[in-house]
């Protein structure tokens, strides 16, 4: 194995092949505070990708209740068990080695590549640590929706004292989840076949059709379950980053490249997704401040990657849900959690306009600027003095052409009089 | 006899016993699949991909040999007249759905069945013993099956409690025959004397005993009496000519428990309701048979009081639940 640099990890780690990078990556943010657990995503991928024959049970875009749900069923459960059974009590991170390269600090811990070592198959040690769910897991989708976590130890109760933040005693929350297009794919690792490519364009990894023969492999690896195998043609599919979108070549858009299906049909505004751009020498995302996904990412760090510690680098990143509390979302973003949710509470100016830019359209914003506008509300967030400011958010795409302009208050349309009494 | 198995059951069959020759250092079977599996992916249109790989699922699925462990067992029950000739193996993920049915002209014979099952000689042959011995009780004349009527005359929660108990009354007497053959597993006959007693909870111990032993051990009940027994403790003893020992309300401390199925609507629930004069009223209107011994989920009693709050029949209800 080769070591590569994982900057999530803050640490070199072994990995089956050699360190190599892509022009621009893929990547998405996802504000879990603010979804509203519809769905709509999750139709708006199976209707444009998996309607066909095989891929009934297909869902590239899934949302399922924390802490039940989960699609396949308890995947990430199975997977830290798996971690935890082949490192006892170690996965554990040094926040305080934190710096420009380890923005979380240091993880001690196995990633599910070096784990897998220790764990002899029957054809000799795996490449990544994984298991291949049964068809049974595979069979509800959308199993523990909206069942809270209530007290330890007692069963089918939940806490009837009302709580306040920063945590409640009752809790569930939405995840949305499609495949990470990882910088490390484990997927692509475990093909014995080279059937999975990571694009050098765009980092979007992708399954040859005509390569696969349905071993399976990639399924078993991936921690995060998303290759999923399609029965009538005998191979594993997965999501495609809506590929022909990012390209520009969604009909109406006139070559401009613009957001997924799942991102721009997101009912709750949650979703946004963009390209950053990579440095090849260091792996590390180009200093990019106005790109809103690197300033969401890397200069606030208000969102975080889906269980790091896996070390496949995955890059989707969440806004970890306030009300959560904090160790299980520790054990499920790493160690930015604290700094993130206190950020997104108490969100600095820049930090509320470009929330503003969350579905106000569907190309993608490659660079935002703000036009400072007026202070028009002051209050305190925990003790401390805060300004609402209703700056005005400018996004454009990549040719430096204006996409679209949002302040931060939102506008108020009065209906003129002729008009009062219709919809 | 003519024997067919759903595809998918045959595949998760064949790809689980690869697992164990992989697992003790056996790749012959699994290489030999994947060797003729790629032929198909390079010389065999996409479009007929999938049956072609459903024909080489079955033939490793009969070459395992459980084709011919599953035809053994059924030719010891199909020499009788009237015995169908087809068999289909479907899927099941359910336990409480592994069964068979006959179809309706009786040429057919259906089984639901888990790969789980299948995959276990010992397990599958129990299971498909106790169904046929169903389906002979049922080509039997004298057993004199009829489903033409419903067993409850009132209301389709008392039908579902009602078919429960049918089932297991005919249980205890297939498996006392099953384990007088020798093919009882152990630990069964535990399971359905506590599945039989949750269903008779009313029904004192001594009484509740000689039942059970009448089932099991000498009595093939027919269908006219099953449909008799079914309907309370009384004459369940009546039929089987065995003093009565019922409790009455109040005596008997019930053993449902969190999680436990509701008798009304079959939900699992965590939350009983307390058995109140006005609740048994109100259910019993619909439900005559249902005692308070048996439990009511919060939900079935919230609705049974509410439909008796709007009937007139029982005046008085309607403020106490509106206050
Ligand atoms: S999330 Fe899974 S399927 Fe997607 S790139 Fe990462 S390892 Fe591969
Ligand atoms: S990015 Fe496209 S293919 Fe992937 S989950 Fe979203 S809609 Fe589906
Ligand atoms: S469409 Fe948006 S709000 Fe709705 S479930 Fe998906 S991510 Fe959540
Ligand atoms: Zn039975
Ligand atoms: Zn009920």
Redesign the pocket.
């Known amino acids: 194995m080769s070591q590569v640099y994982n900057w999530q990890l803050g640490r070199k780690m072994a990995y089956p092949f050699e360190e190599k990078h892509p022009d621009h990556q893929f990547a998405f943010v996802f504000n879990i505070n603010r979804c509203i657990g519809c769905q709509t995503c999750s139709m708006a991928c199976k209707s444009t990708w998996t309607f066909s024959k095989g891929q009934e049970y297909m869902w590239w875009n899934n949302v399922e209740s924390k802490p039940y749900g989960g699609y396949p069923q308890n995947w990430d459960v199975k997977a830290l068990q798996m971690l935890e059974k082949a490192n006892p009590g170690k996965q554990e991170w040094d926040a305080t080695k934190n710096g420009a390269r380890r923005p979380y600090g240091a993880y001690g811990g196995m990633t599910m590549f070096e784990a897998a070592s220790r764990r002899i198959g029957p054809e000799g040690p795996q490449r990544v640590l994984g298991y291949l769910p049964s068809d049974e897991e595979w069979r509800f989708p959308n199993t523990g929706e909206d069942a809270a976590k209530g007290p330890k130890g007692a069963r089918g109760t939940y806490d009837k004292q009302g709580a306040s933040l920063p945590e409640h005693n009752s809790w569930f929350f939405y995840l949305q989840r499609i495949?990470?297009?990882?910088t490390y794919?484990?997927?692509?690792a475990a093909c014995p076949r080279k059937a999975?490519y990571k694009r050098p364009e765009d980092g979007i990894?992708l399954i040859d059709q005509e390569r696969c023969r349905g071993y399976r492999k990639?399924v078993e690896?991936?921690?995060?379950?998303?290759?999923m195998f399609r029965a009538n043609t005998r191979t594993s599919e997965?999501?495609i980053g809506c590929y022909p979108r990012i390209e520009g070549k969604e009909e109406l858009s006139n070559g401009t490249p613009w957001e997924t299906r799942c991102m721009a049909a997101c009912v709750g505004k949650i979703r946004m997704q963009g390209l950053v751009g990579i440095d090849k020498k260091t792996g590390d995302w180009s200093n990019d401040p106005q790109n809103p996904i690197y300033f969401l990412v890397k200069k606030e760090k208000v969102a975080l990657p889906l269980y790091p510690q896996f070390g496949?680098e995955?890059n989707g990143y969440y806004i970890p849900p306030r009300w959560v509390p904090r160790p299980y979302l520790h054990q499920m973003f790493g160690p930015g959690v604290e700094e993130a949710i206190e950020r997104y509470t108490a969100p600095s100016r820049e930090l509320l306009a470009v929330m503003q830019l969350f579905r106000a359209q569907q190309a993608i914003i490659a660079r935002f600027e703000i036009k400072e506008g007026p202070k028009v509300y002051e209050t305190k967030i925990n003790g401390k003095p805060w300004a609402l400011f209703n700056d005005t958010v400018i996004g454009y795409d990549a040719k430096g052409n204006e996409l679209v302009r949002m302040t931060v208050e939102e506008g108020l349309q009065k209906r003129p009089a002729e008009r009062a009494n219709s919809i | 006899m003519f024997l067919t198995f759903n595809d998918a059951l045959c595949e998760i069959l064949v790809e689980n016993e690869f697992q164990d020759g992989l697992s003790k250092g056996d790749f012959q079977l699994r290489d030999s699949f994947r060797k003729q599996a790629d032929e198909i992916y390079t010389k065999v249109t996409l479009r007929k991909r999938e049956t072609s790989f459903f024909t080489l699922y079955r033939r490793f699925f009969s070459k395992l040999g459980y084709t011919e462990r599953v035809k053994g067992i059924l030719e010891e029950f199909s020499g009788g007249d009237g015995f169908p000739e087809e068999c289909y193996f479907a899927r099941t993920f359910r336990e409480d759905e592994e069964g068979a049915q006959l179809s309706e002209d009786g040429v057919r014979l259906g089984f639901q069945i888990r790969a789980e099952t299948l995959r276990d000689p010992e397990q599958c042959a129990y299971l498909l013993r106790h169904e046929l011995t169903h389906i002979l009780d049922i080509l039997d004349p004298a057993f004199d099956y009829d489903t033409s009527r419903p067993l409850s005359e009132v209301s389709p929660s008392e039908e579902s409690l009602f078919r429960d108990r049918y089932r297991t009354l005919w249980d205890l007497s297939i498996d006392g025959r099953l384990e007088r053959k020798g093919f009882l597993p152990q630990d069964l006959k535990d399971r359905r004397a506590s599945e039989f007693r949750s269903l008779f909870l009313n029904l004192g111990v001594e009484a509740a005993e000689q039942v059970f032993a009448a089932l099991w051990n000498d009595r093939r009940p027919s269908s006219g009496e099953l449909r008799q027994m079914v309907t309370g403790a009384v004459s369940l003893c009546a039929v089987l000519n065995i003093a009565a020992e019922i409790f009455g309300e109040g005596e008997f401390q019930p053993t449902f428990g969190p999680g436990s199925s509701c008798p009304l609507c079959q939900f699992p629930t965590h939350e009983w309701a307390e058995p109140t004069e006005e609740l048994s009223r109100a259910v019993n209107e619909e439900y005559p048979a249902w005692e308070p011994t048996q439990g009511i989920c919060s939900q079935c009693a919230n609705r049974y009081l509410f439909t008796a709050a709007f009937s007139t029949n029982s005046p008085g209800i309607t403020r106490k639940i509106i206050e």
């Open positions: 495949c990470n297009h990882c794919p484990a997927c692509l999975i990894v990639c690896a991936c921690p995060y379950k998303k290759p997965k999501c496949t995955p």
